[in-house]
């Protein structure tokens, strides 16, 4: 399902409300991505500081805690600027805050579209074996 030596798809799922988490992460897994959970911004930059090889981010807007979905993206990008960003979110787009390349879901999205779009962006899925 992936191009390289064995390597997996890597996704970050920052989502506060634990049902809507569980249930993309299961999806994921289910479609061969390896996935770490955070329900909060703060816990979510925990991941920077460390060298988890993170591929897909995939956050909601408003979260718990003093950061914003928003935030999140732009610290991401910043430190790692070839991460794919994934937006799924009740509160409505604002283009102004979202990084470039980015792309956003309205909630309830759906499933299957979310994980194929995380599979689309993954950079260990590109190559040679998509499309045919």
Not at 17 to 29: G, T, V
Not at 49 to 73: C, E, K, M, N
């Amino acid at each position: 399902m992936n191009d390289g030596e064995g390597q997996r798809c890597v996704a970050l799922i920052v989502e506060d409300e634990w049902l809507i988490r569980m249930e993309l992460a299961d999806a994921l897994a289910a479609a061969g991505v390896t996935v770490f959970e955070a329900s909060a911004g703060e816990d979510a930059l925990t991941y920077l500081q460390g060298d988890h090889p993170i591929h897909v981010l995939i956050t909601d807007i408003r979260l718990v805690g003093t950061l914003s979905g928003w935030d999140i993206a732009e610290a991401f990008r910043t430190a790692r600027p070839d991460i794919a960003v994934i937006y799924a979110s009740a509160n409505p787009p604002q283009e102004a805050r979202q990084v470039p390349g980015s792309v956003f879901f309205a909630k309830p999205a759906p499933m299957q579209q979310l994980v194929q779009t995380c599979y689309q962006l993954c950079p260990l899925m590109r190559g040679p074996s998509i499309g045919g």
